[in-house]
C-alpha cells in the first residue's frame, strides 16, 4: 500500500490532474456513463513542458537540474518494482508499448508519489513519477452522485408521543444508498471506486443519537407498539419547550468509498457524508380518570 500525504498530494493533484468537466475524449472529462458507471479521464501533464506548481507542466520535484547546478532541494528517492504478473498487451500502463519492448513497474518514493511507468529495456530509471493513486480514487469519487438520504420517519407533518417508540427509517436508492461506482484515470493509472451507506447517524434533538447500519425499517401497524427491530428512538418528553415546538434532528449517512488500483496492486478506502435536516412534534398523552 502506497503512504499518503495530504500536502504533497494537493501538489501533484494540481500539476498533473486538469479538470476538465465539459470536455469529452482522451484529454479529459466525461468519457463514459452507464446507468452506475462514470468514466472520468483526467489529463496527465507529466510529460509536457512548461512551469512548474499548480500552472501544470513538471513538477519541480521531478524537473531534474540545469547543467552544472546544484540543487538545494534533497533528492526525492523512489523504488522501482516490476509490475509481475504484468499488465495484460494493450492495457495502458504500457503507453502505447509492446510488452516485448519494457517492462511495466510500480514506484513508491519518499516524497510519498507514486504511479506506474513504462521502462523500455536496458533504460535507466527515470525521474519520480506524478500520480497517486489515491488522488485519481479522489477524481473518480467526485464524479459520483451520493445524495443525502431521504427521510421517511420522522415525518415533518407527523405528530408522536412521548413514552412510544418512534421508527425511523430513509427511503433507499442507488443515489442515496448505493452502491454507486465510477472509474478515473490519469498518467496510466485506472482508479475504480465503489460508494455504498455504511451507517446514518440520527442525531434525534433532544441530545441523543442513534446509529443505524441500514436505511431502518418502515413501520406497519400491525407492530403495535413494538421497537423498530434496527433503527428506533423513544422520547421522554415533550417538544412543546423547543423553538417551534419541534424536536429539530439530523440523519447524516457516512458514504464509504472503495478503491482499487489494479496496475498497482494497491487500494484503499475513503469516507464522505451528507446530512440531511427533520423535525419531529412530541406530545404527552392526557389522562382523564
Request: with cysteine; charged share 15%.
Amino acid at each position: 500500500m502506497l503512504r499518503r500525504s495530504a500536502a504533497a498530494a494537493a501538489v501533484v493533484l494540481a500539476a498533473v490532474l486538469v479538470p476538465a468537466a465539459h470536455a469529452n475524449g482522451p484529454s479529459g472529462g466525461v468519457c463514459g456513463t452507464g446507468d452506475v458507471l462514470v468514466t472520468i479521464c483526467a489529463q496527465d501533464n507529466s510529460g509536457s513542458s512548461g512551469s512548474s506548481g499548480s500552472s501544470g507542466g513538471t513538477p519541480a520535484a521531478a524537473a531534474p537540474a540545469a547543467a552544472g547546478a546544484e540543487s538545494e532541494a534533497p533528492t526525492d528517492k523512489c523504488s522501482y518494482d516490476r509490475v509481475d504478473p504484468p499488465p495484460p498487451a494493450g492495457h495502458q500502463a504500457w503507453r502505447g508499448h509492446h510488452p516485448a519492448d519494457g517492462s511495466v513497474y510500480k514506484v513508491v518514493c519518499d516524497s510519498d508519489r507514486g504511479g506506474v511507468v513504462f521502462l523500455p529495456n536496458g533504460q535507466d530509471a527515470p525521474a519520480a513519477p506524478t500520480i497517486d493513486p489515491e488522488l485519481v480514487a479522489r477524481r473518480a469519487a467526485a464524479s459520483m452522485r451520493l445524495e443525502p438520504p431521504k427521510v421517511a420517519s420522522p415525518r415533518a407533518a407527523g405528530t408522536y408521543v412521548v413514552g412510544m417508540p418512534m421508527w425511523m427509517w430513509a427511503t433507499p436508492s442507488p443515489s442515496t444508498f448505493g452502491p454507486v461506482s465510477a472509474s478515473a484515470t490519469a498518467g496510466g493509472v485506472t482508479v475504480t471506486a465503489t460508494a455504498k451507506v455504511t451507517r446514518v447517524r440520527w442525531a434525534m434533538g433532544d441530545g441523543t443519537t442513534v446509529t443505524c447500519r441500514g436505511p431502518g425499517t418502515p413501520y406497519r401497524q400491525s407492530r403495535g407498539k413494538a421497537m423498530s427491530p434496527d433503527c428506533g428512538h423513544l422520547y421522554e418528553r415533550p417538544s412543546y419547550e423547543q423553538p417551534g415546538g419541534r424536536f429539530k434532528g439530523t440523519a447524516t449517512a457516512t458514504w464509504t468509498i472503495t478503491w482499487t488500483a489494479p496496475a498497482l496492486n494497491d487500494g484503499g478506502t475513503l469516507t464522505e457524508t451528507r446530512t440531511t435536516p427533520f423535525t419531529a412534534v412530541v406530545h404527552e398523552v392526557q389522562v382523564v380518570n
